[in-house]
């Protein structure tokens, strides 16, 4: 399982999803270019001390992405706003990578063609979205719930 994020443009957001890779052992790819400087200090502030700890991979473009996952094999599952499929009806597998687009923009038409599946999660009908941390963090555990990673543990 992967989480990758697609030109974020929120540090605090990319600092909160590199903890939660690091927490529940997610794998992260950030696509750049990144709306902000990617060193940072509120990155560091937002990862803490689990920065470090998560598997990172940076890429420089999405063509540079897409290469490596398509190398790599497994669906490329997009989470939206414009999906009508739900995350909790989605059938995940281990080696799924879960794309969560840009806070102010999403993704582009380009990585929406790429990708294997599209998901949202089901919130009140008269709001717009979640915040995208919340969103992956939401997706990742239903995931790893599914794939009984948490079965039996109180720790990864």
């Known amino acids: 399982m992967r989480l990758a994020l697609f030109q974020p443009d929120i540090p605090q957001n990319t ?11 997610v794998a992260v790819d950030i696509i750049e270019p990144c709306g902000f400087p990617y060193d940072d200090k509120r990155i560091r502030r937002a990862a803490m001390d689990y920065g470090p700890l998560c598997e990172l991979e940076r890429h420089l473009s999405w063509d540079t992405f ?24 989605f059938a995940f ?17 380009a990585v929406t063609a790429a ?3 599209s998901l949202r ?18 997706v990742v555990a239903e995931a790893l719930r599914q794939l009984d990673v948490f079965k039996g543990k109180t720790s990864l």
């Open 121 to 138: 999660i089901p919130i009140a009908a008269d709001h717009r979205s979640l915040n995208v941390a919340v969103a992956g963090a939401i």
């Open 115 to 117: 990708a294997d599946a």
């Open 15 to 25: 600092g909160a999803l590199l903890r939660i890779g690091a927490c529940f052992r």
């Open 66 to 89: 897409l290469a490596t996952h398509r190398a790599r094999g497994g669906r490329l599952v997009l989470l939206t706003t414009a999906a009508t499929v739900s995350h909790a009806d």
């Open 93 to 109: 597998s281990p080696d799924d990578t879960l794309i969560l687009g840009r806070e102010t923009a999403g993704v582009t038409p």
